[in-house]
């Protein structure tokens, strides 16, 4: 058969869903108040420098059968369509006027929420300090918000309200307050959460980057839902019930056409146990996978750095590590950051404010958190991470998602037994001691537990499934970060390579029970080179991490002169396929 015909992209009108990106967003329509709207202008002398084709499509902003090449067209309406700078509070007291003809026909939003960081604990003076959401639009029953970091200094940043007066955008005396953002900040943005999103974590994405001169730029970002917690805490901590409940409605009323709340009741009333137990789940499973692929975000009470379906959002303080590195803290400057390990527990707090929040649009009546310690939800959050941390590991390990399902079900007991040894391995900390780092502080993990999960069954298939010896275990475990002394076979360290290796060696032994109950037999060769193959996809050996995004980010920088978007899309590409660790690619 020939190839399929490209439809030629001169027949192609762009104009059709890149005008709706227009400023106009029903959240500002109905919930004025959360929000602080601009007037904006055509920003001259900018560039499409990157456009996620892929993302684009999936938007239904280009045909599925569109080129990933740039065209004139295509580049006229991106930057008709996001090259934007707002018209400010500064340029307003200076009576600054600009061609009527550059001035956009509606307004666009910087929302309202609760930011740690800035001198009101309300959320009256925080949100988007140097964003504006352009507008939302739908495709194949799926909905998307989109924004654009860059486009100007808001009132809402925090440099505003710490030094009491409105800053010109672009102000050289100020850093995130100029309300600017740069080229290498949004290519980090791009490759991360393209990664992460391709293996299962919600995340924004970026859709385009915008050039300017001296690496200023524009990041169009896109998400289904952009909403953070953060958004609801501010009504709460003001406690404005009026908003609150309206903010509720607006929630629900988006989730009424998102497939994963299908269940969801009509009645208002059943709505509230309906939204803290999706809530609940979604934050304890998000937490978990954050700790089993050892992320690190940002996590507070405020809610700020996560959206409310547990996405990633602002990749600023975001890092990835091929270790546990459970003891790193990102030092903001005025103040270390929580670590690995703490998220759960800021998770966990975040459900509890949901208790709180709920609560208060019931009864009218805002209670104290406190009061809120002993809810059953939090029950549920515990239960849920632990489940989903031991359904991780098992994936990790290379069982099938069915014989995940079977021995989280019947083996609990091994699971156990092996996630004790598992986790002293992970948990060990080198003898060092803490070291500061680039951007903050780590105390460094000594063992990889992705190459003794790799190895193990591929040296077992050769033993038929016998521990491997103590010394090779060791030798295979180790990182670059453990000394002589980390690697010492002392008695106890020996015991736990037992327990790791007889645990692991239950687990598979396990699954003739499993097999069994099908009316199959259990072919142990086979499944060693299954659990083999699966392992090497999900613990790959040059795996990525923060550490190698920047590195790549970097070269691209350098080379960024001689780059047209065709070719950050295929670097993208190329890179995000070799990054794939879906087990599912090797069959059952």
């Known amino acids: 058969m ?37 007037r904006a202008r055509t920003r001259k002398s900018g560039k499409v420098l990157v456009f996620n084709f892929a993302l684009a499509k999936e938007m239904g902003l280009i045909p599925k059968d569109h080129p990933h090449q740039m065209n004139s067209e295509l580049e006229a309406e991106i930057l008709k369509t996001f090259s934007l700078v707002i018209i400010n509070e500064y340029d307003q007291i200076h009576g600054l006027k600009f061609p009527e003809e550059e001035i956009r026909p509606h307004t ?6 609760l930011q740690l960081q800035h001198p009101n604990k309300q959320g009256k003076t925080s949100g988007d300090g140097r964003s504006i959401w352009n507008g939302r639009i739908k495709n194949q029953g799926k909905t998307w918000d989109v924004s654009s970091s860059g486009t100007g200094a808001t009132q809402l940043s925090p440099a505003t309200h710490l030094q009491k007066k409105f800053f010109k955008t672009g102000d050289p005396t100020i850093s995130y307050g100029c309300g600017y953002s740069e080229v290498e900040e949004g290519l980090s943005t791009l490759f991360f959460s393209e990664v992460l999103n391709l293996n299962g974590h919600d995340t924004e994405r970026v859709l385009a980057i915008i050039e300017y001169s001296k690496g200023i730029s524009i990041n169009v970002r896109a998400h289904p839902n952009l909403l953070r917690p953060s958004h609801f805490f501010g009504p ?14 607006y929630y629900m009323n988006l989730k009424s056409t998102d497939s994963d709340w299908h269940d969801l009741p009509k009645n208002k009333k059943h709505q509230y146990d309906y939204f803290l137990k999706k809530q609940t789940i979604i934050f304890a499973e998000m937490a978990a996978k954050f700790e089993s692929d050892y992320i690190f975000c940002w996590l507070d009470w405020d809610g700020d750095n996560i959206l409310m379906d547990g996405g990633i959002v602002d990749y600023g303080s975001i890092r ?32 509890q404010t949901f208790c709180q929040l709920i ?98 069954p591929q040296l077992m298939s050769l033993t038929g499934l016998k521990p491997i010896p103590d010394e090779d275990f060791i030798n295979i475990i180790k990182s670059s970060y453990a000394t002589p002394e980390d690697l010492k076979l002392t008695s106890y360290k020996r015991s736990k390579i037992k327990d790791f290796q007889v645990t692991y060696i239950k687990l598979i032994n396990s699954l003739t029970s499993y097999y069994k109950s099908s009316n199959q037999s259990f072919d142990l060769d086979k499944e060693l080179l299954k659990i083999t193959m699966r392992s090497s996809i999900i613990n790959k050996y040059d795996r990525v991490t923060g550490d190698s995004i920047t590195t790549i980010v970097h070269e691209m920088m350098n080379k960024k002169p001689k780059m047209k978007p065709d070719d950050y899309d295929k670097v993208l ?11 599912s690619l090797v069959t059952n």
């Open 320 to 351: 990835q590590f091929g270790l546990f590195h459970h003891e790193y803290r990102f030092d903001d400057v005025e103040r270390f950051s929580t670590n690995i390990k703490e998220q759960k527990s800021k998770a966990k707090y975040i459900v």
């Open 573 to 583: 590409s190329d890179f995000i396929d070799y990054q794939n660790l879906n087990p």
């Open 359 to 456: 609560d208060f649009i019931k009864t009218g009546q805002k209670k104290g958190l406190d009061e809120f310690s002993s809810s059953p939800y939090l029950s549920l959050f515990d239960d849920c991470f632990e489940n989903k941390k031991k359904e991780l590991l098992l994936i990790k390990i290379g069982f099938s998602l069915d014989e995940v399902q079977y021995l989280m079900s019947a083996q609990n007991k091994i699971i156990s037994e092996f996630i004790k040894a598992y986790q002293y391995f992970e948990r060990a900390k080198s003898s060092l001691g803490p070291e500061e780092v680039e951007d903050g502080i780590n105390w460094n993990a000594i063992f990889c537990m992705r190459d003794i999960l790799r190895e193990l």
């Open 108 to 113: 666009y939003m910087a929302t309202r929420y």
């Open 2 to 38: 020939g190839q399929k015909k490209l439809k030629p992209t001169h027949d192609i009108d762009y104009s059709k869903k890149f005008r709706l990106l227009n400023g106009q967003h029903p959240f500002k329509e109905q919930l004025p108040e959360q929000c602080v709207e601009y």
């Open 236 to 249: 709460l901590k003001q406690s404005n019930h009026a908003v609150l409940n309206n903010m509720f409605a």
